[in-house]
């Protein structure tokens, strides 16, 4: 393995093909869902709509709220 990371390190390449391996990377390491998100800025996934009557907090503990 160290001799296949060394023969990595000393290929020449060009900027075009350093660019494209660099970005492959990093599209590898953060997963491409969140790299096209990032590039469109949109979420992949519609998030539900939460109604204000429901949730943490939005009632009296342990009971009802009056008024």
Do not use: C, D, W
């Amino acid at each position: 393995m160290n001799a296949q990371l060394s023969s990595l390190l000393e290929k020449e390449v060009s900027r075009k093909e350093f660019l494209g391996m660099s970005g492959l990377a990093l599209a590898s390491i953060f997963g491409f869902g969140s790299v096209i998100k990032l590039l469109t800025g949109k979420s992949l996934h519609q998030q539900p709509t939460m109604n204000a009557s429901y949730g943490y907090g939005t009632s009296a503990y342990g009971g009802h709220k009056e008024g």
